[in-house]
T-cell receptor, first 115, second 113 residues
Framework: GAGVSQSPSNKVTEKGKDVELRCDPISGHTALYWYRQSLGQGLEFLIYFQGNSAPDKSGLPSDRFSAERTGGSVSTLTIQRTQQEDSAVYLC?????????????FGPGTRLTVL | AQSVAQPEDQVNVAEGNPLTVKCTYSVSGNPYLFWYVQYPNRGLQFLLKYITGDNLVKGSYGFEAEFNKSQTSFHLKKPSALVSDSALYFCAVRDSGYSTLTFGKGTMLLVSP
């Protein structure tokens, strides 16, 4: 079956521009997560959506970062006024509900480079 | 708070030898523990998890992990390493009351022929 998909796979942008990253979760998964992976830094949690509940935004590093999830499915992560330190791989994951023991399924990621 | 540590940035092992990738965790409640693997330019793939029950958990590709509550560890093991096991391995923990996983910084496993 189809896994988590993300687009674009690579994005190069200039400092100060806005970017949008897209995630299509596995059909039927109600929980969706965004992470950032920087070289040598592991995975950094950004935001979590669970069904119709208010998202957990506790990991967003600044107010330049925002995300939405339309219709309980596709999600878009937006970074405004990009900075060079935003360069990283952005990973999306989804899971059945948000229960503690459910593993997350990851997409291939979007590599963002801010020049 | 929940945290996880992978004390080794890199583990080197010869093909055919047993391998261990170490992970220790800290939670206030009962831990839910996971191992993921990441191949170059790919997303993370789930390997195995510990929720409750037997301390020895078996997962994909011949990997297993042992939950040790007294040592707060969840080391990943494989009896006989393959060159194709070379990848970046992440340990992750989730505690009750938390929305998501906390990942370690990853351990690069290099298996030489």
């Amino acid at each position: 079956g189809a896994g988590v998909s993300q687009s674009p796979s690579n994005k190069v942008t200039e400092k100060g521009k806005d970017v949008e990253l897209r995630c299509d979760p596995i059909s039927g998964h109600t929980a969706l997560y965004w992470y950032r992976q920087s070289l040598g830094q592991g995975l950094e949690f950004l935001i979590y959506f669970q069904g119709n509940s208010a998202p957990d935004k506790s990991g967003l590093p600044s107010d330049r970062f925002s995300a939405e999830r339309t219709g309980g499915s596709v999600s878009t992560l937006t970074i405004q006024r990009t900075q060079q330190e935003d360069s990283a791989v952005y990973l999306c994951a989804s899971s059945w509900m948000g229960e503690l023991g459910n593993e997350q399924f990851f997409g291939p990621g979007t590599r963002l480079t801010v020049l | 708070a929940q945290s996880v540590a992978q004390p080794e940035d890199q583990v080197n092992v010869a093909e055919g030898n047993p391998l261990t990738v170490k992970c220790t965790y800290s939670v206030s409640g009962n831990p839910y523990l996971f191992w993921y693997v990441q191949y170059p330019n790919r997303g993370l793939q789930f390997l195995l998890k510990y929720i409750t029950g037997d301390n020895l958990v078996k997962g994909s590709y011949g990997f297993e992990a042992e939950f040790n509550k007294s040592q707060t560890s969840f080391h990943l093991k494989k009896p006989s390493a393959l060159v194709s096991d070379s990848a970046l391995y992440f340990c992750a923990v989730r505690d009750s009351g938390y929305s998501t996983l906390t990942f370690g910084k990853g351990t690069m496993l290099l298996v030489s022929p």
